[in-house]
């Protein structure tokens, strides 16, 4: 059976309970209605609740929300299906559970609480937010709340109202505590923890409970709470209790005759249980609600003051504010609470939480557990040389048993290039259902609003084209990119120094994926009968040479028995490309940007201008002779006029270790691995950061007139 993970994050202190016991609430029903499924907690080492938590517990140093770092940590290792935040969480944690595929609800108890859950990058990682207020107590959403939500496209929150668990009708908290039914009057300040003018409310409400001891004819029953840090005090007339669970509070709570409370939540579970009671606001939260559920005549208020308490608690025992309250309770309609709960998990987990776990989905159900969910990952791409640097790294993720889909964007990229065996997606929407927990992109651009860590795994190696505002074209940071996979100590150092400046990426050395082929079986080809050249042009019309070079170049293809590969730039020129296609000789293969690496295995030279290319095959330790190339180089044999390079060919060809010392010292700088693992490198380093490990230390940029621009080319304006 397939075993759901759902990781709640409640606000736990030393003062307050109230959240925890709500969350505590909630996932005894799902274990209830899913036994299989794997519960965890993220709760406050100092909240003394904690170490009795009956699921496993990760524990923080403080408050979870303050905890951002645990919190990102638990998630990448657990991997939850669903995180529900119970008035707890920063957007990055939001945006953390979103990264590694996890539902993410937000709980809310009063209207300051909601709008936080409605700020905006709160909102845009949140798929739902439950208000545990009814109707009635809780001020409807302004206009500015509803027109973001109808520009963002969101659901608005939902008042479910208070969350009460089914009564205990086997408790025996009664007869534990030598109480009948009816004949006490139960006092409780909340958890214990909170102060009212300096001192404790539970310490005011006891006072008050030992005063109407005095006038009463009924057993008193104080309820200090489990954050109440004094010891318990011992008195004849008073009942006293730390505290127990919510199962028998609850049953303690309908069988009193009255109920003297705190105006948090059990106010709530009181009057969705139709109980009479006296209520007092304790927190800074509790006025509004008490003041609403006062003026409905649902509740008596009172001041938080021991003569108040005791006048409202006699009060209580007149016959007529008895029936008025109890009137007025029967007007209320039920609140959805609990049902609503587990049937909104149900559907974020794409189940009928009430048969089980019939209706997973077709993915999920070829895995045993969540926890052995494959890694799901996503190759973005724009341009057709992406293929062969992505197809390595394809094939380690199928062998280690995870699972990769494709997506094709823009129009300058075949898509028939894609192989049987390889899955697209079609749309921005299939990437979403999909999730993907890492997305690769070859390309300088990807939208953030498509799931996952963007990962840049390059569509060359070092440029040699001249600089850019400063900067090497290759080296222009966009923001958009978690992870840069560079190829060697070279380009390390500068994206190193690029970290250490923005802060939002980390670097790893892994080489690069698309060379990992090219080592597979370095001496194939050595036997050839006759020499082979590569020849590649870039297609800037600053740097491209392809043109001048053509006269001379089919004069040698017919005058040499060489052997020539000829490719170019897809975005050159569409006149020079017809220029070279016209070319019909039994001595020239043209070579798309899919079929490079078995190509460089058997040329002995290249020939180019200047191109990330040249840097390909230079990690064979094999010559490359240059035209008029941007930058000049030791590892290449640059030629400037065009009567000397005929010559120059010749010459090497016939000594191929010319320029071999100055090839080695620069290739052990820009790609020093031959061991074709590069690929697994990659995902070893991306595996690491899904783990919630070597993260960046801020977020990256929101790239608003980047992801404007590419929501507008993709037609996806869903947010």
């Not at 409640?10 to 309970?17: E, N």
């Not at 309770?329 to 049937?343: D, F, N, Q, R, W």
């Not at 050395?509 to 020849?535: A, H, Q, Y």
């Not at 001048?548 to 028995?561: A, G, R, S, V, W």
């Amino acid at each position: 059976m397939i075993n759901p993970v759902i990781l709640f994050v409640p606000v736990s202190s030393d003062k307050g309970v109230g959240e925890y016991t709500r969350s505590l609430i909630i996932a005894n029903a799902i274990q209830q209605k899913l036994p299989e499924s794997q519960i965890h907690f993220i709760l406050n080492r100092n909240m003394k609740l904690a170490d009795g938590c009956q699921y496993q517990t990760h524990f923080s140093k403080f408050s979870a929300t303050k905890d951002t770092p645990l919190v990102n940590e638990t998630i990448a290792k657990i991997r939850p299906n669903i995180v529900i935040f119970d008035c707890a969480g920063r957007s990055q944690q939001f945006a953390t559970a979103k990264r590694y595929g996890a539902k993410v609800v937000f709980i809310s108890q009063h209207r300051k609480k909601r709008a936080r859950g409605l700020t905006l990058r709160r909102l845009l990682f949140c798929d739902l937010q439950w208000v545990v207020q009814p109707n009635y107590a809780i001020q409807p959403l302004n206009r500015f709340e509803q027109l973001k939500l109808k520009i963002l496209g969101k659901k608005p929150p939902k008042n479910i109202g208070p969350i009460v668990p089914k009564i205990n009708s086997d408790s025996n908290i009664l007869e534990e505590y030598s109480l009948k039914e009816e004949q006490y009057v139960l006092f409780s300040a909340g958890s214990g923890g909170h102060i009212i003018n300096g001192e404790l409310a539970a310490d005011i409400f006891y006072r008050a409970a030992l005063k109407l001891a005095e006038k009463v004819d009924c057993k008193i029953v104080m309820v200090f709470g489990a954050n109440y840090p004094k010891s318990l005090p011992v008195d004849s007339s008073i009942v006293c209790v730390s505290h127990i669970p919510t199962e028998d509070f609850l049953a303690l709570l309908k069988k009193a005759r009255h109920r003297v409370l705190s105006a948090g939540s059990t106010l709530l579970q009181v009057i969705e249980l139709k109980l009479v009671s006296l209520a007092i606001a304790i927190s800074k939260d509790q006025p509004s609600r008490l003041k609403q559920c006062s003026k409905l005549g649902l509740v008596l208020k009172s001041k938080c003051d021991e003569t108040a308490i005791v006048d409202g608690s006699l009060k209580l025992f007149e016959e007529s504010t008895d029936r008025d309250i109890k009137n007025n309770l029967k007007a209320v309609e039920p609140t959805l609470g609990i049902a609503e709960v587990l049937s909104d998990i149900g559907r974020l987990l794409g189940l009928d939480i009430e048969n089980g776990l019939k209706k997973m989905s077709s993915v999920n159900q070829k895995n045993k557990s969540y926890n052995k969910i494959p890694k799901k990952y996503l190759f973005f791409i724009s341009q057709d040389y992406s293929f062969p640097v992505l197809r390595p790294i394809q094939n380690q993720i199928i062998e280690r048993g995870d699972q990769v889909q494709w997506f094709l964007f823009g129009d300058e990229l075949h898509e028939n290039n894609l192989k049987k065996n390889e899955i697209r997606l079609g749309s921005v929407s299939d990437i979403i259902q999909y999730n993907p927990d890492a997305v690769f992109v070859p390309g300088n651009v990807v939208p953030s609003f498509i799931p996952g860590l963007k990962i840049q795994v390059f569509h060359g190696l070092p440029s040699t084209k001249a600089k850019k505002n400063g900067q090497l074209y290759h080296y222009i940071i966009r923001g958009m990119f978690d992870l840069y996979c560079t190829q060697g100590p070279e380009s390390t150092e500068k994206f190193n120094q690029l970290k250490s400046r923005y802060k939002h990426f980390q670097v790893a050395e892994t080489g690069w994926s698309k060379l990992d082929p090219l080592f597979e079986d370095v001496n194939i080809g050595r036997c050839k009968k006759k020499p082979t050249i590569f020849f590649a042009s870039t297609f800037s019309p600053r740097f491209s040479k392809a043109k001048e070079l053509y006269p001379l170049l089919i004069d040698m293809m017919k005058k040499y028995d060489f052997q020539w590969y000829v490719t170019l730039h897809p975005k050159m020129d569409r006149e020079i490309h017809k220029l070279y296609n016209s070319i019909d000789l039994h001595n020239v293969k043209f070579v798309e940007s899919t079929e490079l690496i078995e190509c460089f295995k058997n040329s002995d030279l290249m020939l180019c201008d200047t191109s990330s290319i040249i840097y390909e095959f230079l990690t064979q330790l094999k010559p490359v002779v240059t035209f008029q190339t941007e930058k000049v180089e030791e590892c290449l044999i640059n030629i400037t006029e065009i009567n000397k390079l005929e010559d120059a060919i010749l010459h090497v060809i016939n000594d191929l270790s010319l320029n071999s010392k100055n090839i080695a010292k620069s290739v052990d700088r820009f790609h020093p691995y031959t061991d074709g693992q590069s690929s697994n490198r990659i995902l070893d380093n991306v595996e690491l950061m899904l783990s919630g490990k070597n993260l960046p230390l801020k977020k990256k940029p929101m790239n608003i007139i980047r992801n404007f621009k590419m929501r507008r080319e993709l037609s996806y304006w869903r947010f």
